[in-house]
């Protein structure tokens, strides 16, 4: 199993709302990551979890919340956002040999939509 | 972008010509990697060369790397229209650094 499982693959939610983002993964993997893309930008690294321990937070404003409950599985809470944060959300994770990393699977990612 | 940056930022060729798209990024790396993206859904891996290796070759793909450069380009022989996506580089730096350069949008005309 080489895949990356991210659920919703939409979501429209509007700024009242709490809804959270989920990735899942079988591969053993035990680096995972969270990255924002907008359209035709490159993706942005929010969140690195490695080992199930948060190992970067790229300055990610506190209404997203992520969270590695155990090694298949990682979150994206998400609270009070804004229409601005209406983008692709990207799930990754990888091997992490020795320090450096393996190619990244990526799930199909979530289109979010802030109303 | 957060590591680098990718020329050109669009490319057009015929089917059956070679496309090369090149990346530059910032800091030392542990290796650099190439994706694509169809349609701005997930990215799939396409090659990945160690700090330490300075060519590698898969299928019609061609990667080089110069890290006294701080460079690396992505060669695509033989285009097909099924080619046309955007393409990533992305260094794995160390401190569990992942980032993506700005990316390559080809169009492989049938």
């Known amino acids: 199993d080489t895949e990356v499982t991210q659920t919703p693959k939409h979501l429209v939610m509007g700024m009242t709302n709490k809804k959270s983002l989920k990735c899942e993964q079988h591969?053993?993997?035990?680096?995972m990551y969270w990255y924002k893309q907008k359209a035709k930008k490159p993706p942005e690294l929010m969140f690195v979890y490695s080992y199930e321990k948060l190992s970067i937070n790229e300055s990610v404003p506190s209404r997203f919340s992520p969270e590695c409950p155990n090694s298949s599985l990682l979150n994206l809470h998400l609270h009070a956002l804004q229409p601005e944060d209406s983008a692709l959300y990207l799930c990754?994770?990888?091997?992490?040999?020795?320090?450096?990393?393996?190619?990244?699977?990526f799930g199909q990612g979530t289109r979010l939509t802030v109303v | 972008s957060q590591q680098g940056e990718e020329d050109p930022q669009a490319l057009s060729i015929q089917e059956g010509e070679n496309a090369t798209m090149n990346c530059s990024y910032k800091t030392s790396i542990n290796n650099l990697q190439w994706y694509r993206q169809n349609s701005g859904r997930g990215l799939v891996h396409l090659i990945l060369i160690r700090s330490n290796e300075r060519e590698k070759h898969s299928g019609r793909l061609r990667v080089t790397l110069d890290t006294s450069k701080k460079s690396s380009s992505l060669l695509i022989t033989a285009s097909r229209a099924a080619d046309t996506a955007s393409y990533f580089c992305a260094t794995d730096a160390p401190g569990n650094q992942f980032y993506f350069g700005t990316g390559t949008s080809l169009t492989v005309i049938p």
């Open positions: 990754a994770s990888s091997q992490a040999r020795g320090g450096s990393r393996t190619e990244a699977f």
């Open positions: 591969m053993g993997h035990r680096a």
